[in-house]
DNA sequence: ATGGCTTCATAGTGAAGA
């Protein structure tokens, strides 16, 4: 089973380059983040034709998240239980045996600043509800944007971001409160080259200087982690033309 | 570099992203 993540930055734009990297890599499911459509835009018959059902959770102008997958999505979930939020960032649904949770964290914009409160607030709401979705779903990946490079290493210049938002202590122990529900950071289970990033900023010739962070995550759980055979970011769609700012990540689990 | 692109919603610029 292949599964990927990919923060798109308007499904509307990128239409054509995900159809290209669906035909190309042929994920069984493929999480979306950022796809900025109200559902009733949604490009569900150019995806069908393309061979992939879909479930989404979309609204005007901000965030946005789908599920793309081959075979049918089941036991589908809008938002995290109990956290009445407007925003759309989570949709979670069973493909095969395999309990998908799609996340578009929000990024905080400044440690000082509400929205940063929100994120936290948000995370520990996500972390209570996984807790109990892994006693349901043992076998479950949470795949998406993150909006939190775990270690320093994701950072291409850790100095210049020290404290700041998506690297603060707060939010990585937030990421490591993940790890310890038993999610594991399928990248880090194999030998990466340095300086492996999944986001560069649009401007400052970033992706051409690889001023970047890893920020696009699959965690998979103690179940599934065991399995996985490969974990990549794939780099290409980053160097087409109006690219995504995030490049997709992929994880391959052989199931028994 | 003091936010230097890109998106969307707008019909001039402004908000937000990371």
Known sequence: MRIATWNVNSLKVRLSHVLDWLAANQPDAL?????KQQDSDFPLAELQQAGYQAVFSGQKT????????????????????????????????????????????????????????????????????????LVKHPRLALLGDYN?????????????????????????????ALE???????????EQADKSYSWWDYRMMAFRRNMGLRIDHILLSDAL???????????????LERPSDHTPVMAELALP
């Not at 982690?225 to 769609?237: E, F, L, Q």
């Open 31 to 35: 999480c979306l983040q950022e796809t």
């Open 62 to 133: 901000y965030n946005g998240v789908a599920i793309l997958s081959k075979s049918a999505p089941a036991a589908v979930q809008h938002g995290i239980p109990d956290f009445p939020d407007e925003q759309k960032r989570v949709i979670a649904a069973t493909i095969g045996d395999v309990r998908i949770v799609c996340v578009y964290v929000p990024n905080g914009q400044s440690v000082d600043s509400d929205k940063y409160q929100y994120k936290l607030q948000w995370l520990a709401a996500l972390q209570a509800w996984l807790k109990a979705e």
């Open 148 to 176: 939190i490079a775990p270690e320093d290493r994701d950072v291409y210049d850790p100095q210049a971001w020290a404290g700041n938002v998506l690297v603060s202590e707060p939010e990585r122990a937030a990421f490591h």
């Open 180 to 190: 310890q529900l038993g999610l594991h950071d399928s990248f880090r289970l194999f």
């Open 225 to 239: 982690a065991p399995h996985c055979t490969a974990c990549s970011i794939d780099r290409a769609p980053r160097k």
